[in-house]
């Protein structure tokens, strides 16, 4: 709920100071739906959901799914090689806006994450920007990606026989 509350706002926002309601309300959302066992980074962390919007549902908005497939996968190793070793629980939202023309953009947004996983979120962030080399095949497209991280298990320590 908060994710379709929240981007119609992120959309008109980065649209410009001209954008109308009426455009944000009229935006193309679809949910990508991939078994937790492959888009699990590791066992702390799920990936919550993986969206794109079309901002105005555009008719020359094009997704490339192969592309958006491949930036997740991009985005799981990133997550797998940051994140997998956090010892707090809180969100991470990655939005890409996707061209036909220029590098992928990102923003980041992060809810609830203690000062204590800063440099480990600062480390996620520089990994997942350096995924520039996705586009859509016509107009803008938005992904998103929700993760959800939660304190890495510690291993059990060795029994003494």
Known sequence: MFVHLILPI?????????????????????????????????????????EYVIPGAAPDSVVDYD??????????????LT?????ST????LIYALTADKPA????QVAQAPASEAARVKEFY??????KDFHCKHGTVYVM?????????????????
């Not at 959309?11 to 455009?23: D, M």
């Not at 520089?126 to 995924?131: I, N, Q, V, Y």
Request: aromatic share 4%.
């Open 105 to 108: 953009q990102l923003r980041m």
């Open 10 to 50: 992120l959309l008109a926002a980065a649209s410009g100071p001209g954008a109308s309601a009426q455009t944000a309300s009229a935006d193309h959302i679809m949910e990508i739906q991939i078994p937790p066992v492959e888009s699990a980074p590791a066992a702390n962390i799920q990936l919550a959901h993986f």
């Open 126 to 131: 520089e990994a997942a920007g350096e995924l």
């Open 67 to 80: 592309q958006m497939l491949t930036l997740q996968k991009g985005t799981k190793l990133a997550a797998q």
């Open 90 to 93: 809180f969100g991470i939202r």
């Open 83 to 87: 994140l997998a070793s956090s010892r």
């Open 145 to 161: 990606f929700d993760y959800r991280v939660s304190p890495a298990a510690t291993p059990a320590r060795a029994r003494k026989h």
